[in-house]
Structure formats: structure tokens, C-alpha cells
């Protein structure tokens, strides 16, 4: 299977985000007719009906809406990428090296680097995604300057600074019998699989710390399935897979649109911090002092 384009993902979010083919031409600066054939080239190369048609037009299959989903969030990856390159000065060798845990890396880090980039003197960004625990090693190791976490816990033998507190909650499709629920126990949720991040993720964490202390339980079942981003654990979710554990700020337009329900879990809300880390026997960079200087500001 040839590999899907940039311009194809930009693309179906245009039909998602303006009800239509025609629209999403117009969008663009291309022709319906362009877009048609495009869109069922996608369709004939995945084997998949992204769209159903008719005589009064051309909507979305659910099918087609998860997929429009999936690309929006790389296409948001896209545009923030774009903005860190555009931080390149004349000075090539200056660069500042980020990791972040995947919930702050997708939804607070772009903003971060856009309003780095519009500094005169700003440097070359080397971000890495990855979970808490792997970004406190990197720092640890001298592989990023600064880094981002969102664990109950903060890294041993590193400087930090909370800059925010978020809360993880319990999530599924509106279809899901847990829907309809005006909440459930603790000893519920550590009984059911989940769909989860992998084991190192802070909001994997922040569950089973939650739910163990009020249980008095030792651990939580295994989960149903373990997913590397949260971008994949709430198509998964919002696809019927079962019940899953994330970020309000990332699930939070999927819960206006009602693309998901919270499920009030029994017991005080599901808080952790977010913080900034840092090697305390290496001098910050100038670089990485203004975007921990920005994350602090504007978060």
C-alpha cells in the first residue's frame, strides 16, 4: 500500500471540517472534481467507504469521520513542525533539544514553539515525544536540555517545576452501556480492561495510582489494549472499543461534540501536575529558559 500524503490528510479534514466535497475544493483552491478523484482513490487503495452518496450530496461515513480525525492530528503535528523549522536563524548550530510526554507534546508544546519562533534570537527546536518516564531519562542522559512530564511523581534526582495541574478522565463512546451511568466505583474501573497508553505513560499512571488508593486493591486488571499515542486510544475509544483513561484537555472537543461521555469515577477528581524538568548540574540554555519561561506563562 503506497504511503498516504500530507495533502491527502489535508484533504479529508477540508471535506470533514466543511460538510462537502465542493467545500472543502473551494477551501483548498482546488476543484470538486479534483478532491472527487481523489478521495476515491483513498477509498479504493484502503478498501474503505469513507463517504456515502447521494443526490442531495456527499457526507462522511463514521468510517470516513475516525479517519478524518486520525489526520487531523497529523496534520496538526504537521503545522507544528512547520513552525519549529521556521525558528531556524542564520545560526545553524544553535538549537535547543525538548522531550515531552505525548499529552503535553500534542496539545500544549505547538503553541509553546510558535510563540518561541517570533523570537529574534530564538534557536532551532528538537522536540521528541515520548512518555514521562522516557523523557526523564533522556534528561537524565544529557539527550534533551529540558523536559516535560505529567506523572503523580516527579523524577528523582532532577530540578522541577509545575506548571499546571490536569485531570484524567474516564471516557467511552456514547453507544457504551457505561454511558449511561451516572458514575461508577473504583473497584469497577480496576476490574475492567482498559484501553491504555503503554506502561511509562503518566495518565496510565495517574489512573491506577487513583484507583488503587481508594480500592486498597494492590494493581488494576491488565489492560484491553495498550496504544503508543492518545491520539489512538481515542479513536479506539470513539470507534466502540471499550473504556479508556485520558486527559480532559485532549478529549475535550470529543466531549463537546458528544464523539465521547465522561464517566464520573467515585472518589476525588483524578489530578496530576505537569511539569518542567531539568538536569540541576547543567546550566539551562538561553534557548530552553525562554520556553520554560513561555510554558509558564501561557499554559
Same mark, same amino acid.
Given at each position: 500500500?503506497?504511503?498516504?500524503?500530507?495533502?491527502?490528510?489535508?484533504?479529508?479534514?477540508? &471535506?470533514?471540517?466543511?460538510?462537502?466535497?465542493?467545500?472543502?475544493?473551494?477551501?483548498?483552491?482546488? %476543484?470538486?472534481?479534483?478532491?472527487?478523484?481523489?478521495?476515491?482513490?483513498? *477509498?479504493?487503495?484502503?478498501?474503505?467507504?469513507?463517504?456515502?452518496?447521494?443526490?442531495?450530496? %456527499?457526507?462522511?461515513?463514521?468510517?470516513?469521520?475516525? &479517519?478524518?480525525?486520525?489526520?487531523?492530528?497529523?496534520?496538526?503535528?504537521?503545522?507544528?513542525?512547520?513552525?519549529?523549522?521556521?525558528? !531556524?536563524?542564520?545560526?545553524?548550530?544553535?538549537?535547543?533539544?525538548?522531550?515531552?510526554?505525548?499529552?503535553?507534546?500534542?496539545?500544549?508544546?505547538?503553541?509553546?514553539?510558535?510563540?518561541?519562533?517570533?523570537?529574534?534570537?530564538?534557536?532551532?527546536?528538537? !522536540?521528541?515525544?515520548?512518555?514521562?518516564?522516557?523523557?526523564?531519562?533522556?534528561?537524565?542522559?544529557?539527550?534533551?536540555?529540558?523536559?516535560?512530564?505529567?506523572?503523580?511523581?516527579?523524577?528523582?534526582?532532577?530540578?522541577?517545576?509545575?506548571?499546571?495541574?490536569?485531570?484524567? +478522565?474516564?471516557?467511552?463512546?456514547?453507544?457504551?452501556?457505561?454511558?449511561?451511568?451516572?458514575?461508577?466505583?473504583?473497584?469497577?474501573?480496576?476490574?475492567?480492561? !482498559?484501553?491504555?497508553? *503503554?506502561?511509562? #505513560?503518566?495518565?496510565?499512571?495517574?489512573?491506577?495510582?487513583?484507583?488503587?488508593?481508594?480500592?486498597?486493591?494492590?494493581?488494576?486488571?491488565?489492560?484491553?489494549? *495498550?496504544?503508543?499515542? %492518545?491520539?489512538?486510544?481515542?479513536?479506539?475509544?470513539?470507534?466502540?472499543?471499550?473504556?479508556?483513561?485520558?486527559?480532559?484537555?485532549?478529549?475535550?472537543?470529543?466531549?463537546?461534540?458528544?464523539?465521547?461521555?465522561?464517566?464520573?469515577?467515585?472518589?476525588?477528581?483524578? +489530578?496530576?501536575?505537569?511539569?518542567?524538568?531539568?538536569?540541576?548540574?547543567?546550566? !539551562?540554555?538561553?534557548?530552553?529558559?525562554?520556553?520554560?519561561?513561555?510554558?509558564?506563562?501561557? #499554559?
Amino acid at each position: 500500500m503506497n504511503g498516504t500524503t500530507l495533502d491527502e490528510m489535508r484533504m479529508i479534514v477540508a &471535506v470533514e471540517e466543511h460538510g462537502s466535497l465542493t467545500g472543502a475544493a473551494t477551501a483548498l483552491g482546488v %476543484t470538486q472534481q479534483a478532491v472527487s478523484q481523489r478521495m476515491r482513490a483513498l *477509498e479504493r487503495r484502503w478498501s474503505l467507504s469513507l463517504f456515502t452518496r447521494s443526490a442531495r450530496g %456527499t457526507r462522511l461515513t463514521d468510517h470516513g469521520t475516525l &479517519v478524518a480525525e486520525w489526520a487531523a492530528t497529523m496534520v496538526g503535528h504537521a503545522e507544528a513542525f512547520d513552525s519549529a523549522v521556521a525558528s !531556524l536563524r542564520s545560526d545553524r548550530a544553535a538549537h535547543v533539544r525538548v522531550g515531552a510526554s505525548l499529552t503535553i507534546a500534542e496539545h500544549l508544546v505547538p503553541g509553546w514553539l510558535v510563540t518561541y519562533a517570533a523570537d529574534p534570537s530564538a534557536a532551532h527546536v528538537e !522536540l521528541t515525544a515520548v512518555n514521562s518516564v522516557t523523557v526523564a531519562q533522556r534528561v537524565r542522559a544529557g539527550k534533551d536540555d529540558l523536559g516535560f512530564v505529567e506523572s503523580p511523581d516527579l523524577p528523582d534526582g532532577l530540578a522541577s517545576l509545575v506548571f499546571m495541574r490536569d485531570e484524567v +478522565v474516564l471516557v467511552v463512546a456514547p453507544e457504551h452501556p457505561w454511558a449511561r451511568r451516572t458514575s461508577v466505583s473504583p473497584a469497577e474501573v480496576a476490574r475492567t480492561p !482498559l484501553v491504555s497508553r *503503554e506502561a511509562g #505513560s503518566g495518565t496510565r499512571l495517574t489512573l491506577e495510582r487513583a484507583v488503587e488508593a481508594i480500592t486498597g486493591l494492590g494493581t488494576v486488571v491488565a489492560p484491553a489494549a *495498550e496504544l503508543s499515542t %492518545t491520539a489512538a486510544v481515542r479513536a479506539t475509544i470513539m470507534a466502540g472499543g471499550g473504556v479508556g483513561a485520558l486527559s480532559a484537555r485532549a478529549v475535550r472537543d470529543d466531549l463537546d461534540a458528544g464523539r465521547l461521555r465522561a464517566v464520573r469515577v467515585d472518589g476525588p477528581p483524578m +489530578v496530576r501536575p505537569f511539569a518542567a524538568v531539568w538536569d540541576p548540574r547543567r546550566r !539551562l540554555a538561553p534557548g530552553a529558559s525562554r520556553i520554560l519561561e513561555i510554558a509558564s506563562a501561557v #499554559s
